[in-house]
């Protein structure tokens, strides 16, 4: 197979217009990926799970680290003297968010240039190096400094995981797949809330909550060596010949021509490296580009994220005790997720994300109705602890893992990393304002308003997907793109 298309590799190599033509002509008499899907059937998933479960570990991470500091706050404050300084506990927890604002603005350049595997590396170290600085911090500048190196690389991760399960996948089972990274996040809520649960009792704990979460990162670095590259960036480089191997270890042999058909037919070689910023905030690109960036807006404005770092806070002003409250948030989240591996590509991305924010935005509303006069204490309990339960299942269902999945989808090949590390720059800079303001504002503006702030930007969420977003189910990247270029 390899012998049969040096010529190809040495023709895009050379990147020249004619040349890529003559390469599409040669591929022009060969079935495509559906007309060899209906003649034999869909690729054994077997094949490519394993990759998408190694790269699932950076959504791991996301998770982890998003909830480690929910159970260990008060103990990293209290032995780091800061205990009581409201602005101070939310920079430990939003800094990370800072890093992740800057490692998600380079994520696109990152992989245009040296590639998935390398980047998955590149994303891993900082998060040993922050994780290492942090368990050992002796002060707040300290426990900063550690948190903004994790942030860094957790600014790369979520984008490359999106990328490459979306570009290794076979379209039958992408949406499934794309569930597999909101699961890992889940798992990593979890784990840190579980881990973090001693750190009130035990001294020194939240130290040990560090140290564990050097883990996962080396565990990546070292696995995704054995994982292919992405075919869609081997081909974008004019490494056909290596396209095609990796299709053959993703999809097996009988698929690779008329994956490599689709792909000739959207993705034009070197052209991926002229994509300028310009062309993406201001070209023909620039609708799909707001839609992704407003989408990842709207999921952070919901007031997620507020939940899963400062749950242990809410529940104990509720009078629950926060431990197992944050077991239930957890045990919530994950239920979430396994609801959105099956119903992924049955439903669809767009009936998921609609079903999703309308949940959110009335479970939201329960909780803003616990905080009112209305409400008598006893029943305020249930309506504030039930609501954020169910407010987390709703967006783990949904609004958690659709909207990374369906715009790597929706992006063309040829600025698809570009472009989600824009979308994903908005995502950050929302997340650190909420995690940096959402306790001062509780102070000041109190449950109900901020309550009912989040549950309108769900239900504006609503009807911004029903006008905006596109179906993508069962659809693979090549058809997606021509039929928003067409749109066009």
């Not at 506990?89 to 990152?110: D, H, R």
């Not at 109705?369 to 029943?379: D, F, R, Y």
Request: aromatic residues 10%.
């Amino acid at each position: 197979m390899r012998g049969r298309n040096a010529d190809a590799y040495s023709i895009h190599k050379r990147g020249s217009r004619e040349n890529i033509n003559a390469y599409d002509k040669e591929q022009g008499s060969l079935p495509s990926w559906n007309e060899v899907s209906k003649d034999i059937g869909n690729p054994p998933w077997k094949r490519s799970i394993l990759h998408v479960v190694v790269a699932s570990l950076t959504s791991f991470l996301y998770g982890y680290h998003l909830g480690v500091v929910n159970e260990t706050l008060e103990s990293i404050s209290n032995d780091l003297h800061f205990n009581g300084n409201t602005m101070a506990e939310g920079l430990v927890v939003s800094i990370c968010l800072g890093g992740a604002f800057a490692g998600s603005t380079f994520s696109g350049f990152i992989v245009d240039r040296i590639g998935f595997r390398r980047a998955f590396q590149l994303c891993a170290l900082p998060m040993i190096i922050g994780s290492s600085m942090s368990a050992t911090a002796k002060d707040l500048w300290g426990i900063l400094l550690g948190r903004l190196f994790v942030g860094a690389g957790m600014g790369l991760g979520p984008a490359l995981a999106s990328l490459y399960v979306t570009e290794v996948s076979p379209a039958y089972v992408r949406g499934t797949y794309g569930s597999f990274l909101q699961i890992a996040t889940a798992l990593g809520l979890m784990g840190a809330l579980l881990i973090g649960s001693p750190s009130k009792e035990t001294e020194g704990w939240w130290r040990i909550c560090f140290w564990v979460s050097a883990v996962p990162p080396a565990l990546l670095a070292l696995s995704i060596d054995f994982s292919p590259e992405s075919p869609h960036w081997l081909f974008k480089k004019g490494r056909a010949a290596d396209a095609e191997a990796a299709f053959e270890r993703l999809f097996g042999g009988p698929y690779v021509k008329g994956a490599m058909v689709d792909l000739s037919k959207s993705d034009r070689g070197d052209e991926a490296e002229t994509v300028k910023l310009s062309e993406l905030l201001y070209g023909h690109h620039r609708k799909v580009i707001f839609i992704g960036s407003t989408l990842f807006g709207l999921q952070q404005l919901s007031g997620i994220n507020a939940i899963f770092f400062f749950s242990s806070t809410v529940f104990k002003n509720a009078g629950v005790s926060s431990q197992s409250a944050n077991i239930c948030v957890g045990i919530a989240n994950l239920i979430g997720s396994f609801s959105a591996l099956l119903l992924m590509d049955k439903l669809g991305r767009k009936v998921l994300l609609i079903a999703s924010f309308s949940g959110m935005a009335v479970t939201m509303g329960l909780q803003a109705a616990s905080a009112s006069s209305l409400v008598s204490s006893s029943n305020e309990v249930y309506l504030s602890v039930g609501g954020m339960l169910l407010f987390v299942l709703a967006f783990a269902a949904g609004a958690g893992p659709v909207p990374s999945l369906l715009l790597s989808e929706m992006f063309p090949g040829r600025i698809r990393a570009k472009a989600m590390s824009i979308c994903l720059t908005v995502h950050w800079v929302i997340n650190f304002l909420v995690g940096l303001l959402f306790l001062r504002l509780l102070e000041q503006i109190g449950p109900l308003v901020l309550d009912t702030i989040f549950a309108t930007f769900c239900f504006v969420a609503v009807i911004f997907v029903k006008r905006n977003v596109m179906e993508t189910k069962g659809r693979s990247l090549q058809e997606i793109e021509i039929t928003l270029l067409t749109a066009e």
